[in-house]
């Protein structure tokens, strides 16, 4: 099985009703609305800008059947379906599959972090993908979150595996996404999770991207990607530099509790993060409000107005 991943993904984030906590649906419709206005390649459901540690199982199905049903034929739509337990993993991926998900996204298992081997993960990701309907995506999570990391050797050894089609990487370095395209097998589609490297990556040969920031500036990102394939670098550099401070900002500072305030000051549904995240506090809010208005974001995305 193949899947083409060129393109800027939205991982989404998971609003929830104010006062019940539940899953707000309707706000989940509202924004994708907003992002699928803009050119983007398609929808994360279940990442970790999406709490999806946080969610429970019904919840996961619930994000994926609606998000599906407001995708177009020409967007893909990936699933977060990564477990503790090599079992729970294929089990989700199944479910998803079965929801219309085109690929999965794959966290590695790292609650027993001194037992994950290489081996133990390229037993655990075999399984996984052999099992799998749809192909697989390795996620190399951000380190400041509970994960591990990859070696270099294991990156090209998934690379090797059938139906592992390529790796979301969120190091945010780009020495280590010149070293992945040079040592993967050829084919595998490398996609960055850092919206402050996506111009610099692309015209090293990453296919894309898929960028918490994009919660924000959907237009800005995917225009990133439309310039450097038109050859436009100039362009996309230019565009670059806008996003990367609202990456760094929000996305690199504050978390998901910042996106989802970066979403409630553009008119989205935002609201507050599942405990035990707490909310942005007061200050934060002002920052990020100070910076989208600095970079003119509201004038740019006209379907959060």
Known sequence: MSVDLRGVFVPCTSPFEATTGELDVVGLGINLDSYLSHPIRGIVVGGSTGEAILLDEAERMEMLKQTRQKLKPEHLLIAGTGAESTRMTIHRSRDAADCGADAVLVQPPAFYRGAMTESALMMHYSAVAEASPVPVIVYQVPLRLSTLEFSEKLVT???????????????????????????????????????????????????????????????????IYASFVTGDLIEANRQQAMLSPVHTTVVGSMGV?????????????????????????????????????????????????
Do not use: H, W, Y
Request: charged content about 20%; some cysteine; aromatic content about 0%.
């Open 157 to 223: 050894d998934l690379s090797q595996i059938d139906n592992i089609v390529g790796i979301k990487d969120s190091r945010g370095d780009i020495d280590i996404v010149k070293n992945m395209i040079a040592t993967t097998q050829q084919g595998f589609q490398i996609l960055v999770g850092s919206g402050a490297i996506l111009a610099p990556c692309l015209e090293m040969g990453a296919a894309g991207g898929i960028l918490a920031v994009a919660n924000l500036a959907p237009g800005i990102a995917s225009n």
């Open 257 to 305: 509790p910042g996106v989802k305030a970066g979403l409630d000051i553009l008119g989205l549904r935002g609201g507050d993060p599942r405990s035990p995240l707490s909310p942005l506090e007061g200050s934060d809010r002002n920052k990020i409000a100070q910076l989208l208005q600095e970079l003119g974001l509201d004038s740019m995305e006209p379907s959060v107005r």
